[in-house]
């Protein structure tokens, strides 16, 4: 049971993977794109930079 679970979230790690970096990736077009609110940009790029 545990080998099959194991097996089933191999699987679904390149999909979560995928989504994760269209989240990221259309969260850093977005901020670019509205870069003028300059407060909230130097908020949230430390808070990207743990991830990344």
């Not at 790690?13 to 509205?34: K, N």
């Not at 909230?40 to 430390?46: A, D, R």
Request: glycine fraction near 0%; charge should be positive; charged fraction near 0%.
């Amino acid at each position: 049971m545990f080998h099959h679970f194991q097996h089933k979230s191999l699987f679904f790690l390149p999909i979560y993977c995928f989504f994760l970096l269209s989240i990221v990736s259309f969260s850093l077009c977005y901020f670019a794109s509205s870069f003028t609110i300059s407060p909230f940009t130097s908020q949230i790029l430390p808070f990207l930079n743990t991830f990344l």
